[in-house]
């Protein structure tokens, strides 16, 4: 498992499978197009990126680029890394058929290849090792009300308001995302002070 310091951005949920399975970062999807219509995830991403920079692997077709595009738009050119994978022509395990322009997706693309990707792109990779902070947890987000809980969700909108975050974040996705702005000792704080 290689680590990542910048959070990832791809474009769907097998995109993310693909990739938690060889790298440990905090990885994020576009939800395809829809990030084009998504205010709350663009905000996000745009305080990511100035927070810690991020970096961009989508598909090589032309949707993958149009994607691409948006984001470099909207998002400082310095605080983008591109990770490009390339083009290699089939379908993926899970399709009928191949895509419109018959090329593999992330998804499809072998471990190698999308290692190869990111070392050609200059991103710092180390092998995991122990986190030298404490980090917030499953078990944190339980003991503060805030999952497993018959109002938990209605804290994680609250918690999630109060750090300016996505209220639609999955509870996976609130963990990681929580330890990428927040120490934990920050976190504790922001429950007192939100009365959580």
């Given at each position: 498992m290689i680590k990542i310091d910048k959070p990832v951005i791809v474009e769907g949920k097998y995109d993310i499978i693909k990739l938690?399975?060889?790298?440990?970062?905090?990885?994020?999807?576009?939800?395809?197009?829809?990030?084009?219509?998504?205010?709350e995830k663009q905000?996000?991403?745009r305080r990511l990126a100035d927070e810690k920079g991020i970096i961009v692997l989508?598909?090589?077709?032309?949707?993958?680029?149009?994607?691409?595009?948006?984001?470099?738009?909207?998002?400082?050119?310095?605080?983008?890394?591109?990770?490009?994978?390339?083009?290699?022509?089939?379908?993926?395990k899970r399709k009928t058929q191949a895509g419109k322009e018959?090329?593999?997706g992330v998804e499809g693309i072998s471990e190698e290849i999308l290692l190869e990707a990111f070392r050609?792109?200059?991103?710092?990779?180390?092998e995991s090792d122990s986190q030298e902070r404490r980090l917030i947890t499953n078990i944190d987000l339980y003991e503060a009300?805030?999952?497993?809980?018959?109002?938990?969700?209605?804290?994680?909108?609250?918690?999630?308001?109060?750090?300016?975050?996505?209220?639609?974040?999955s509870t996976s996705s609130l963990i990681k995302i929580l330890n990428t702005f927040v120490t934990y000792e920050e976190f504790t704080e922001k429950l007192k002070e939100i009365n959580l």
């Open positions: 938690s399975r060889i790298v440990d970062a905090l990885i994020i999807k576009t939800d395809g197009f829809g990030i084009f219509k998504d205010k905000a996000l991403l989508t598909d090589s077709d032309s949707a993958g680029f149009l994607i691409r595009k948006f984001l470099k738009s909207s998002i400082a050119e310095d605080k983008i890394t591109h990770v490009y994978i390339p083009d290699i022509y089939g379908k993926e018959g090329k593999l050609r792109a200059g991103v710092i990779c180390s009300g805030l999952m497993g809980k018959q109002d938990s969700k209605e804290k994680r909108i609250k918690l999630m308001r109060a750090l300016a975050l996505p209220e639609r974040l």
